[in-house]
């Protein structure tokens, strides 16, 4: 059973002239994070106070704090720097023969499409690219264009541009049918909508940090499923091979990988500086739950669509959008530079495809969302 979570802006630094109602951009970092992280460069001023174990302790922190938000084993989780590293994982372990097909979503981010584009040029396969649906409903479109003939679906469970929701579920069991693969981009979820692993049997889970997972850029995870986890990976070093961490300064070249998904480790990932902010910020998402964050954020947009709606705007229909997200249009289409004059006000959204993408997180509350509609109202 959910709960609202209470507002939790004294943890972050923002000020209280500024209305942050963007953390699918940019999410902002919680206070004892950067701390964390100021600690970290700290090490780095001093080197000599690194040894070998700080290699390996956060990293394997880390990738068990992340394992423990999304419920699986730390065996699971591969610790990667951007969505379109995993996407290139993926690719590269992932059978597609001539003529079958690989489906994406119109509009979908080019982090999760570019390379699938390249994969079925050089198998010869066909890309399937699922159009907007008219009525908001993403799965059923989706649904009916998976067939014999797929390969690969590579979805997100929404649409980054307005929040509107694909039901992971439902699609992974046509996949299955069907014995096609099944690649998730969690980048605009994980963390702040709930994800059933068990249920939706993604074959892998692509998920950056810094947006809803509240860490630093340049850092994502990578889950890969068991049966995924003897593959190749695109970058060959010696820290994910069996033994490392004993074998400072060795010459040799082992063969044998770590244990489960590290074989696709990326290189120097080590970060003494962003591993012990995602400890931190992944703990605190464990403790306030995924599904308590969305049922927290759920009522801030749907005020948002109903105020919107007064305005001439429309929002992806209830019951088809997430509850952590939402994109405002306009038949038409909406004014130029509407987010930059908006943040002119201190009030920061984004502008994706068509929409007014607004994503509210835990610091704000619902008298940003009246401050926003009330700066719109003139704006358009």
């Known amino acids: 059973m959910t709960a609202p979570i209470p507002n939790q802006r004294h943890l972050f630094d923002i000020p209280d002239d500024v209305t942050y109602i963007n953390c699918a951009y940019l999410s902002p970092l919680l206070k004892t994070a950067a701390a964390r992280g100021i600690q970290g460069i700290q090490r780095k001023v001093h080197p000599w106070t690194i040894v070998r174990s700080d290699f390996y ?3 394997e922190l880390s990738r068990a704090a992340y394992a423990r938000l999304i419920g699986t084993a730390a065996d ?6 951007s969505t379109s590293y995993g996407a290139a994982i993926a690719a590269a372990n992932l059978p597609v023969g001539k003529g079958q097909s690989i489906v994406v979503i119109a509009g979908e981010h080019s982090s999760n499409v570019r390379i699938w584009q390249i994969l079925a040029r050089d198998k010869g396969a ?3 690219t699922v159009e907007r649906p008219a009525d908001g409903n993403w799965t059923a479109a989706v649904l009916a264009a998976i067939d014999a003939s797929t390969a690969i679906a590579a979805l997100p469970n929404l649409h980054w541009t307005d929040g509107g929701m694909i039901d992971l579920a439902a699609i992974g069991a046509r996949l299955r049918a069907v014995g096609a693969a099944f690649v998730v981009d969690g980048t605009q979820s ?3 909508f709930p994800l059933d692993l068990k249920t939706v049997q993604p074959d892998f889970l692509i998920c950056s940090a ?3 997972l509240l860490c630093p850029y340049t850092l994502g995870f990578l889950y890969a499923a068991p049966h ?3 593959g190749r990976p695109i970058e060959e070093h010696g820290f994910n091979r069996a033994g490392a961490a004993a074998a400072e300064g060795a010459t040799d070249y082992p063969e044998t990988f770590e244990p489960g998904a590290r074989r696709y480790d990326m290189g120097e990932r080590s970060n003494f500086i962003h591993l012990p902010m995602a400890i931190v910020a992944l703990e605190q998402l464990t403790a306030w739950t995924p599904a308590n964050i969305a049922a927290t954020l759920k009522p801030l947009t749907d005020a948002l669509a109903e105020g919107g709606r007064k305005l001439g705007l429309d929002a992806p229909p209830i019951g088809h ?4 997200m939402i994109g405002l249009t306009r038949p038409g289409g909406l004014p130029a530079g509407l987010a930059d004059k908006l943040a002119r006000q201190k009030i920061y959204v984004s502008q994706r495809g068509q929409a007014l993408r607004v994503s509210p997180h835990l610091y704000n509350s619902a008298a940003d969302i009246d401050r926003l509609l009330a700066a719109l109202k003139p704006l358009l």
């Open 57 to 59: 302790d956060e990293l």
């Open 76 to 81: 699971d989780i591969a610790i990667i720097p």
């Open 126 to 128: 066909r890309m399937i």
């Open 190 to 192: 994980i963390g702040a």
């Open 210 to 212: 810094y947006k809803w």
């Open 228 to 230: 995924r986890q003897n």
């Open 321 to 324: 959008r997430v509850p952590h």
